[in-house]
Nanobody, 121 residues
């Protein structure tokens, strides 16, 4: 069974920085893409950033000019560096992976449990 384990969330002051980490574990044939989404109560989950195996990236939402996504393919990990954080960046941040479990199965979508980021003084 594939699991995504997120870490790095917490409380940060406005203007501060934070790096989120997500590592995939389990039997994985290939990871097609890994990324980050965020969600606040009453709102839909929105894309923050996603990167594919070819190195392409896509950023979304209001934080796109203040975040950077990177991958460590050897560790099946993805990182999200966030800077100049604002109170409106407070949300639960979820890691997502699109992957193949075997060469013959279809692409699977796997989500992490989420990590809370709170930006407050």
């Amino acid at each position: 069974q594939v699991q995504l384990l997120e870490s790095g969330g917490g409380l940060v002051q406005p203007g501060g920085s934070l790096t989120l980490s997500c590592a995939a574990s389990g039997s994985i044939f290939e990871i097609v893409a890994m990324g980050w989404y965020r969600q606040t109560p009453g709102k839909q989950r929105e894309l923050v950033a996603i990167t594919n195996s070819g190195g392409g990236t896509n950023y979304g939402g209001s934080a796109k000019d203040r975040v950077s996504i990177s991958r460590d393919h050897a560790k099946n990990a993805v990182y999200l560096q966030m800077s100049s954080l604002k109170p409106e960046d407070s949300a639960v941040y979820y890691c997502k992976a699109l992957l193949y479990l075997t060469p013959t199965t279809g692409v699977r979508e796997v989500w992490g449990q989420g990590t809370q980021v709170t930006v407050s003084s």
